[in-house]
């Protein structure tokens, strides 16, 4: 049995937690961790003490300035003569725009500059993603170039003026004419002429043997059909930016998930150099996929240019919904065939999602299909129609949050129709090898994870009979799925190391901090590997100007951060060496054959013989030691090995027999995802996906109509997330296994979160009341 | 016109139209009250005026004139965080930020409310003061939306700071 990490069920503190966690990362440190570098051939200068750091529960570093209310973000900079602005958008879905009418807002009090297609600077298209190794933005449509519309919601007009009020005044006296063209408004018709798509540069057919002829020679098998709606991130802080056109340079405060793309893209766009754009985001305000580039960045900066004022831009709630890309929606086919046994013969999961003709981002569903279960034969296939509508794009765990739902709730019927218990069909399932790649796992550990959820959530076994029970109007069920997110490493990554006269460190990096606790973890890595205290360390970062050009997204930043350190550490221990006094044991040594640990350079060889790293930095001629290094090849996860995580989620749901009304009383969640680097962190990452997945489950969508592509329910009012009331303590766990080939050890902790609930509370429901629910959100509806 | 917010007098602007959250914000650079909707379905603009929490967006600062605000920025004891703020820290009751003050706007005023026994929808007993219980408290926050999923260690932090720990 795997050494799982109990996690404290109660959350008052625990003295001895602590404790545990920094013993095991003492060890991590020395022995299976994978250091690089060569700390793993002594048992010399450990992490211990104040030098253990991993998988120590730190509280958020800024922490204290969120709860004053102190962190500042993107609309909360001030410039002296700063304006304004308001968007106006289309009320159509495609055409051509016939008149303007602004000479009334012009006049307007306040009005300093109404910026239309006919009066805004030329600009180039911007880089969607895939269009180019930088492309941050939702799709490449022209920012007001021209009178052409393309979705239903496009800004036609900016209004800029010295309060906002007066700017959302004037934009309601602007009159726009159109003339209508032939548009793509719904789904159905999309999905007439869908073609088989692609995604990240391959095309999203998978075929292994003949799976429907083996789907039609199964012993038992299930056929299922599922739709999914598209879903709004609905980050609390609506996007924002602040823009200053200074001294040449275009500065801007903005909520990026990705400095360094979002300011090359946008420095294209403009026509200029990246190194003209300064553009920060120190603290975003939620992110989740959907904190990239869309127009409003560009009609900001424009509008700014153009007005020669400061401007900032604060989207409504309504224009979050209006410019900002959702994830599409979705209808799928999971067909299974399976011997009496339950090894599949045949697994196919197929669908059609929606696209827009200007980006490159089909919702890649069928993901953990390719990685989860073994299958004598497989069919999996991607097709996208192509919409006249807003630009859907990622939102966490694109793919594998509905694709999990409709694969595991299919797994659910299967063992259902086999009598065999759920967990025991995937344990049949579990593949030696990467079932698609045929790569070796560099680390999984996915029944342990089912075994121990069963064991903490107390799950009974079944075969083929609901479990389900009746408590006075109230039926009650379990479910289980499992959960599924890839491991992946973006290149670009990048950091640096300056070390200080008082014994600690600065690490600067381009990476973003939406609420994750990058720089806590950044932190604690630093520490380790370092081997400098972790309060001694400080971190910058969330600004192009630093080192790298990293995103937060796909769960892979805190890899990509690792690997940076890992390649910082290497260049400043060769700068340490050539600070070594001839005197010294250690003189002459080089890089590759020193380490550091405990405030101190030491040698590999022989561990006593140290130099504290105050003396190296006071002989240094600036009095820093600074270095800086790029993170390697991401061979580890493109060529070398199959590296994915797993889990396994439990629910209880509740369902009323009489309103139909479903609550969600208890959740327990095993994660399988490398070594976690902060417990207090982690816990809070996989509840966070979980909520989000509760509120894709059972209550969100945006609904569009389809007679005009207008999204219907643009606010908070009427797109439902779940509340605090929604939301049961949710008890989660993990393997804590160091995975080998990951730089510090863990695959990323952030969207996993999101894959499982739908189907383990879709499973509940069915366990509960015989109802099958297969398409999302499950409301109250579809169980009277 | 003034209006107090944290113990200071300010001048209320002349244009009618501005609401007490875009007055604290735009005009008097108090950013720890957050936009996230602006009509009243988040609670990130969650104040207290007169020690009763309200959401400042949906407020006119006109009407509030003689009134007394309190803001996330006037709790803290100078750098000693308000108790539930460093409750905030200790149980991770955030992660990007945003709601946070909101949230503990709200969780501040809540227990003013439980004290004096104000009922909630979840109070099974009218006639007499509501139990404390994590529901009456999840009740209590619920119009306070956090998007990050921090729920469960902010019903811990407030729970924590209300007494309902035991519960």
């Keep these: 049995m795997t050494n799982i990490k109990p996690n404290s069920s109660s959350h008052k503190s625990d003295p001895n937690r602590r404790q545990v966690l920094a013993g095991s990362a003492a060890v991590a440190a020395i022995g299976a961790f994978g250091l690089p570098v060569g700390a793993q051939t002594t048992a010399a200068p450990a992490a211990s003490g104040a030098f253990a750091s991993l998988g120590v529960p730190h509280v958020r570093r800024d922490g204290a300035e969120k709860a004053r209310g102190g962190a500042k973000f993107a609309a909360e900079y001030s410039y002296p003569g700063m304006v304004y602005g308001a968007l106006v958008y289309s009320t159509i879905a495609r055409g051509t725009i016939t008149s303007l009418e602004t000479a009334e807002a012009e006049a307007a009090p306040g009005v300093v500059l109404v910026m239309t297609h006919e009066n805004a600077p030329r600009l180039e298209r911007p880089e969607p993603f895939y269009s180019s190794p930088t492309g941050m933005a939702g799709s490449s449509t022209p920012v007001m170039q021209d009178a052409e519309v393309l979705w239903n919601g496009q800004p036609v007009a900016v209004v800029l003026a010295s309060t906002q009020e007066e700017a959302d005044h004037a934009a309601t006296l602007i009159n726009v004419a159109y003339e209508e063209a032939d548009a793509v408004t719904s789904f159905d018709v999309a999905a007439e002429s869908a073609q088989t798509s692609f995604y990240a540069g391959r095309d999203l057919l998978i075929e292994e043997g003949d799976a429907e002829a083996a789907l039609a020679d199964a012993e038992v098998s299930v056929d299922l059909s599922f739709n999914t709606p598209a879903h709004n991130h609905n980050q609390i802080e609506p996007h924002a930016v602040t823009v200053l056109w200074k001294d040449g340079i275009l500065r801007m405060h903005d909520c990026s998930q990705g400095v360094d793309l979002s300011a090359i893209t946008i420095a294209k766009v403009f026509g200029i150099s990246s190194a003209e754009v300064h553009l920060s985001a120190e603290y975003v305000g939620g992110g989740f996929g959907g904190k990239t580039v869309w127009q409003y960045h560009i009609l900001a900066a424009a509008a700014s240019q153009l007005a020669d004022r400061p401007v900032r831009m604060s989207l409504t709630r309504e224009g979050v919904f209006r410019i900002c890309g959702a994830r599409a929606p979705t209808r799928q086919r999971v067909a299974l065939g399976s011997d009496r046994k339950g090894r599949l013969t045949s697994l196919i999961h197929t669908g059609t999602t929606m696209k827009i003709e200007n980006n490159s981002m089909t919702e890649p569903f069928f993901e953990q299909s390719e990685h989860m279960y073994r299958a004598d034969n497989m069919h999996l296939e991607i097709r996208a129609g192509t919409m006249d509508m807003l630009a859907n794009t990622f939102m966490r765990a694109p793919g594998a949050a509905t694709g999990t739902f409709t694969l595991e709730v299919a797994l659910d019927e299967l063992a259902e129709r086999l009598a065999i218990d759920p967990i025991e069909l995937r344990v049949r399932n579990e593949p030696d090898v990467n079932p698609t790649t045929g790569r070796e796992h560099s680390q999984r550990a996915s029944v342990d994870a089912y075994r121990e959820g069963a064991r903490r959530f107390g799950w009974v076994p079944r075969s083929g009979q609901r479990q389900g029970y009746r408590e006075g109007e109230w039926q009650v069920g379990t479910g289980m799925a499992a959960a599924y997110y890839p491991y992946k490493r973006f290149p670009g990554g990048a950091a640096r190391i300056t070390l200080d006269r008082e014994g600690g460190a600065l690490i600067e990096t381009a990476a973003a901090d939406m609420g994750m606790g990058t720089t806590t973890a950044t932190a604690a890595v630093a520490s380790e590997r370092l081997g400098i205290p972790y309060d001694a360390i400080e971190v910058r970062h969330g600004d192009n100007t630093l080192p790298g050009a990293l995103i937060a997204a796909a769960s892979q930043q805190t890899a990509a951060i690792g690997a940076s350190l890992t390649a910082a550490h290497e260049v400043l221990l060769a700068e340490l060496a050539s600070l070594v006094p001839a005197t010294s044991p250690l003189h002459g040594l080089p890089a590759a054959e020193l380490g550091t640990a405990e405030g101190a350079l030491y040698s590999l060889a022989d561990p006593h013989q140290r130099i504290p790293l105050i003396d190296l930095v006071a002989w240094s001629e600036s009095g820093t030691v600074s270095a800086e290094g790029q993170g390697g090849p991401i061979s580890e996860w493109t060529q070398d090995w199959s590296m994915h995580s797993t889990g396994a989620v439990f629910t209880e749901v509740r369902v009323n027999s009489v309103t139909g009304e479903i609550r969600v009383p208890h959740i327990t969640a095993i994660y399988d995802c490398g070594k976690i680097l902060n417990s207090k962190l982690a816990e809070s990452q996989f509840r966070g996906g979980i909520i989000m997945a509760l509120g894709m489950t059972l209550m969100e969508g945006a609904s569009f109509d389809e007679r005009n592509g207008r999204v219907m329910n643009p606010s908070f009012g009427s797109y439902y997330m779940p509340t605090h009331l929604d939301v049961p303590h949710i008890d989660v766990g993990w393997t804590d296994i160091p995975d080998p080939q990951a730089p510090t050890g863990a695959r990323g902790i952030g969207e996993i979160g999101m894959s499982g609930p739908a189907a383990a509370i879709s499973n509940a429901i069915y366990d509960a009341t015989g109802k099958r629910a297969r398409d999302l959100p499950i409301r109250l509806d579809a169980l009277m | ?167």
């Design chain 2, 1 to 167: 016109m003034t209006i107090e917010i944290n113990n200071r007098p300010y001048d209320l602007p002349d244009d009618a139209r501005i609401s007490l959250l875009d007055f604290m914000r735009e005009r008097l650079e108090f950013f720890g009250s957050k936009k996230g909707c602006n009509q009243g379905a988040c609670g990130a603009c969650t104040v207290l005026v007169d020690g009763e929490r309200i959401l400042s967006c949906l407020a006119l600062a006109a009407q509030y004139d003689g009134r007394s605000v309190t803001t996330i920025e006037g709790v803290a004891n100078g750098d000693e965080l308000h108790p539930l703020q460093a409750l905030f820290v200790e149980h991770e009751g955030m992660q990007c930020g945003y709601c946070t003050p909101g949230q503990i706007m709200s969780g501040i005023a809540l227990k003013s409310e439980l004290e004096r026994g104000a009922p909630s929808n979840v109070s099974s007993d009218l006639t007499v003061a509501p139990r404390l219980s994590r529901d009456e408290i999840k009740e209590r926050l619920s119009g306070n939306l956090c998007r990050c999923g921090a729920h469960n260690g902010i019903i811990d932090a407030v729970a924590a700071y209300v007494g309902g720990e035991e519960q």
